[in-house]
């Protein structure tokens, strides 16, 4: 992840350990995972705890980068005071 904005130069890391929070969404996300993958191999048929559990940890493990990457992109979003402004990049170059 950058440390602040090309465009605007917002730094995104707000002070230190500010991330720390974005672990219980992250884990809210897994959780969320878990439950989506477990419910849908029950309706698919009849499989072993092996099956279920290799499964799921597969599953997790192929979205983690997503996971780390959106739940930081969330975090930053409602506990961090930054609004998203798609016409911004526009503002500064017809300014500049």
Same mark, same amino acid.
Request: charged fraction near 15%; aromatic fraction near 20%.
């Given at each position: 992840?950058?440390?602040?904005? %090309?465009?605007?130069?917002?730094? *995104?890391?707000?002070?230190?350990?500010?991330?720390?929070?974005?672990? *219980?969404?992250? +884990?809210?996300?897994?959780?969320?995972?878990?439950?989506?993958?477990?419910?849908?191999?029950?309706?698919?048929? %009849?499989?072993?705890?092996?099956v +279920?559990?290799?499964? &799921? &940890?597969?599953?997790?493990?192929l979205?983690?980068?997503?996971?780390?990457? *959106?739940?930081?992109?969330?975090?930053?979003?409602?506990?961090?005071?930054? %609004? +998203?402004e798609?016409? +911004?990049?526009?503002?500064?170059?017809?300014?500049?």
């Amino acid at each position: 992840m950058h440390s602040q904005c %090309d465009v605007c130069g917002l730094h *995104y890391e707000r002070e230190p350990g500010f991330f720390f929070g974005a672990m *219980y969404i992250s +884990y809210a996300f897994s959780v969320a995972i878990f439950v989506a993958v477990g419910v849908a191999l029950s309706f698919l048929g %009849d499989f072993s705890l092996e099956v +279920y559990l290799l499964t &799921i &940890i597969g599953v997790i493990a192929l979205f983690l980068p997503f996971l780390f990457r *959106y739940s930081r992109i969330l975090f930053l979003h409602i506990f961090g005071g930054v %609004d +998203y402004e798609p016409g +911004y990049k526009k503002k500064v170059s017809e300014v500049g």
